[in-house]
C-alpha cells in the first residue's frame, strides 16, 4: 500500500519539489537517475542536491542505487506529493480528509474544496512496479518507466472519459487532473454491493442503471468493467464511476463488452434480489436493445 503523503506537504520546501520534479524528468530517459545529472535536471546547485536528497530519502519519496552508478528514482509517495502539490498550487483542492477507498489499483481519498470532493490516485502499475523494482536492472534502454507512465495513462483516459460522458450520464462531475491523479465530485450514497434495496424498488433502480449505460453507448462509450462496485446508489439516483478502461463505440469488442457489462449487473441482481427480478428478463436482449439504441423500460423485455 502507497502511504498517505498529504501530512508532508507542510514541510516540503520548493527545493525539495525542485529535486523531485528533477528526478521525474529524468526518469523519462531511464529508471534509475545518475546523480551527476540531478543538478541539470533541477535547477539545484551540487550542494541543494545532496542536502535535498538527503530530505526526500528520509522521507521515502525517492529510492536510491549504487550498483553501476548512484541512481535515484522516484517512489510512488514521490509522484504522488508532485501531483498533489500541483493540484493545491491551481487552487483545486485546499485540505485533504479521510480515505473513501484503498485498492489494488487506486486509492481514492476526500479532499477539500469548496465542497468536498474526491482524489482518486491510479496505481496500474503499483504491482508490476514493486517487482521489476526488485528484479531488474534498468537501463537506458527504456523509453519511459513503465510504473509511472501506465498509472498516468489511466488517469488521463478515466478524466477524458468523465468529462466526454458528464452531465448526460450520471457519473462523478470532473474537476482536474494531474499526472496519475484525477479530481472529481465526490458522489452521494453507496455501493451498490452495500446497498440494501426494497423488493419493489429493485426493477426501478436496474433500469436507472440500464438506462445510464445506454446513454454512455448513445455518448460512444462502453465501460467494460461494470459490477455492484462501480456503481453508487442514493435516494438522489445512481452513480457509474471507475471509467479507465473505457472503451469506444467503434472499438471491434465493444459489443461484447456491453454484453458483459449488462450481464455483469443482471446477474448481480438475480442473486441478490431473485424474487424481484423478473423471470424471463434476459440480459442479452437488453443489450441488443441498447446496442440499437431502443432500450426503453425492464418491463419491455419481461414479457
Ligand atoms: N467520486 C467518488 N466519490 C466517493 N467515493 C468514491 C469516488 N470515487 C471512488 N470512490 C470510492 O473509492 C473506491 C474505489 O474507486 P474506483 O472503483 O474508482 O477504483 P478501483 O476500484 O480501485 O479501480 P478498479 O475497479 O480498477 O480496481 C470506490 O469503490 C468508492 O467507494
Ligand atoms: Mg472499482
Redesign the pocket.
Known amino acids: 500500500m502507497v502511504r498517505n503523503v498529504a501530512g508532508l506537504l507542510p514541510e516540503l520546501e520548493p527545493e525539495d519539489f525542485y529535486l523531485l520534479s528533477g528526478v521525474e524528468q529524468g526518469m523519462r530517459f531511464s529508471e534509475w537517475v545518475q546523480r551527476e545529472k540531478l543538478p541539470k535536471f533541477s535547477g539545484l546547485t551540487e550542494e541543494e542536491v545532496d542536502y535535498r536528497l538527503e530530505r526526500c530519502l528520509k522521507r521515502g519519496l525517492v529510492e536510491k542505487k549504487t550498483i553501476q552508478y548512484e541512481g535515484y528514482t522516484l517512489q510512488f509517495e514521490g509522484y504522488d506529493v508532485l501531483a498533489l502539490r500541483a493540484l493545491v498550487e491551481r487552487d483545486t483542492i485546499s485540505g485533504f480528509g479521510s480515505p ?2 484503498v ?4 486509492d ?1 481519498y ?1 479532499v477539500k474544496s469548496y465542497k468536498p470532493l ?1 482524489l ?1 490516485y491510479h ?1 496500474e502499475g503499483y504491482t508490476n512496479f514493486r517487482e521489476v523494482n526488485r528484479e531488474r536492472d534498468y537501463t537506458s534502454e527504456n523509453r519511459h518507466v513503465s510504473w509511472m507512465y501506465t498509472a498516468r495513462k489511466a488517469a488521463e483516459r478515466e478524466y477524458e472519459t468523465l468529462e466526454a460522458l458528464y452531465p448526460d450520464v450520471s457519473v ?1 462531475r470532473p474537476i482536474d487532473q494531474n499526472r496519475h491523479a484525477i479530481v ?4 452521494p450514497g453507496v ?1 451498490l454491493s452495500r446497498a440494501k434495496l426494497e423488493d419493489e424498488q429493485v426493477v426501478g433502480v436496474l433500469e436507472l442503471l440500464l438506462g445510464e449505460i445506454a446513454r454512455a453507448r448513445e455518448a460512444g462509450y462502453v465501460h467494460a ?1 461494470m459490477s455492484e ?2 456503481v ?1 446508489v442514493a435516494e438522489e439516483g445512481v452513480t457509474i ?2 471509467w ?2 473505457a472503451v469506444p463505440t467503434d472499438h471491434a469488442n465493444a459489443a461484447e463488452f456491453l454484453r458483459r457489462d449488462v450481464r455483469n449487473l443482471l446477474g448481480y441482481f438475480r442473486r441478490k434480489y431473485p424474487r424481484a427480478v423478473p423471470d424471463d428478463l434476459d440480459a442479452d436482449a437488453v443489450a441488443a436493445s441498447i446496442e440499437a439504441g431502443t432500450f426503453e423500460s425492464v418491463e419491455a423485455h419481461a414479457d
Not at 485498492?103 to 487506486?106: D, L, T, V
Not at 472529481?184 to 458522489?187: A, F, L, R, V
Request: aromatic share 12%.
Open positions: 473513501l477507498g485498492g489494488k489499483e487506486s481514492v476526500e474526491a482518486k496505481r462523478p472529481m465530485e465526490k458522489m455501493e468493467d462496485y462501480n453508487f464511476f471507475d479507465p478502461q
